[in-house]
T-cell receptor
Framework: GQNIDQPTEMTATEGAIVQINCTYQTSGFNGLFWYQQHAGEAPTFLSYNVLDGLEEKGRFSSFLSRSKGYSYLLLKELQMKDSASYLCAVRDLGGRGSTLGRLYFGRGTQLTVWP | GAGVSQSPRYKVTKRGQDVALRCDPISGHVSLYWYRQALGQGPEFLTYFNYEAQQDKSGLPNDRFSAERPEGSISTLTIQRTEQRDSAMYRC????????????FGPGTRLLVL
């Protein structure tokens, strides 16, 4: 199974930088994902890491350390529209010869951006 | 279609009734996933398909839950003899191929069992 831990809530102000941490314990690992979910809406894909290091995509960056079972999502130049839940998810190795495994999601970090 | 669609968007049913939730994935997407999401929680995996083959159903809570995707496109999640604890948001997602990193989620079906 999988155990994924992330903070429940975070707050920040417009223009600031925030880092959302995620730690995981897995029986198999095949990638870590970050999704953004606004209230009442579907999750939308933000980033994917399968190798150690930092992946940068505009204002958002995601880091992975497989040896530490640790990832973070870094949001720069925060805007009010960034207020949302941020979901960390781990994909396992799958079974029966399938290369695609199921996603295990954390409970999400609710980020509130204040003016 | 342009995105993943699900129907109905809202379903209110009485305890003991059967319900069928439909998912129409992005056209051409091979892989289709069903999740359940409680308020304030992340999505919880239920089952997934590659084409018409159900690859993993280990997340289905019990034998009242079943899913099919007979022609490798539209999928139906069926809950028999619904119970109040089945009330949740049921989400479907699809990806273009097995191993594709991005899953695209649909708007969900909000199920309320009275």
């Amino acid at each position: 199974g999988q155990n994924i831990d992330q903070p429940t809530e975070m707050t920040a102000t417009e223009g600031a930088i925030v880092q959302i941490n995620c730690t995981y314990q897995t029986s198999g690992f095949n990638g870590l994902f970050w999704y953004q979910q606004h209230a009442g809406e579907a999750p939308t894909f933000l980033s994917y890491n399968v190798l150690d290091g930092l992946e940068e995509k505009g204002r958002f960056s995601s880091f992975l350390s497989r040896s530490k079972g640790y990832s973070y999502l870094l949001l720069k130049e925060l805007q009010m529209k960034d207020s949302a839940s941020y979901l960390c998810a781990v994909r396992d190795l799958g079974g029966r010869g399938s290369t695609l495994g199921r996603l295990y999601f954390g409970r999400g970090t609710q980020l509130t951006v204040w003016p | 279609g342009a995105g993943v669609s699900q129907s109905p968007r809202y379903k209110v049913t009485k305890r003991g009734q059967d319900v069928a939730l439909r998912c129409d994935p992005i056209s051409g997407h091979v892989s289709l996933y069903w999740y359940r999401q409680a308020l304030g929680q992340g999505p919880e995996f239920l089952t997934y398909f590659n084409y018409e083959a159900q690859q993993d159903k280990s997340g289905l809570p019990n034998d009242r839950f079943s899913a099919e995707r007979p022609e490798g496109s539209i999928s139906t999640l069926t809950i028999q003899r619904t119970e109040q604890r089945d009330s949740a948001m049921y989400r479907c997602a699809s990806s273009s191929s097995a191993g594709e990193e991005t899953q695209y989620f649909g708007p969900g079906t909000r199920l309320l069992v009275l």
